[in-house]
């Protein structure tokens, strides 16, 4: 098993990199999660899982462990296959999964392109023991922030704004100020829409 990689960045699309190691270039499958992550570094190091199939050898790439785990959580529900887990992957970030998983949250999980509702409810059922066992208990409280998002995102969307781009403007948002509330939240992300 290839568990990392640590070599030369030779070529990088959104969904796939290849990295150099010693003279042997390895083709890595990626989520956008892990492409805004590399930025140009040329040294790179990507924590890596490799799937064996009949007919192929995948190899998917992750900037940090926590995506990693959550990518191979993700797997080991029914239904879900890497390309789902990486397209997850690249629609929310790790936390935001971990989060939604803890929460009961199905229309977060559902905004991900091919996951339907019994495919969410599923996977939050299967996960939610595993995720609290994996992650700190005490970093997944349900926070009052977490409701002020939501609103904020209600609120945005019913001014016009596409889900995902709101989605994007508000966690940036709240990395820099988590304890905003709403109405300075939908404010901010207005000027920044």
Known sequence: MISQLNGRLIEKNP???VIDCNGVGYAVHISLYTYEKIGQEEALKLYTHLIVREDSQTLYGF???AEREVFRLLISVSGIGAGTARTML???EPLQIRDAIVNDDV????SVKGIGA??????IIDLRDKVLKLFDEETIAPAAGNR???EALSALE???YPRKQAEKTVSNILKKEPDLSV???????LKNL
């Open 63 to 65: 900037f940090d462990k």
């Open 183 to 189: 109405e300075n939240i939908i404010k901010t992300a």
């Open 158 to 160: 019913v001014l016009g």
């Open 107 to 110: 229309a977060t999980i559902k």
């Open 118 to 123: 019994k495919t969410a409810q599923r996977l």
């Open 90 to 92: 690249s629609s929310l």
């Open 15 to 17: 969904t796939d990199v």
């Open 148 to 150: 002020n998002k939501e």
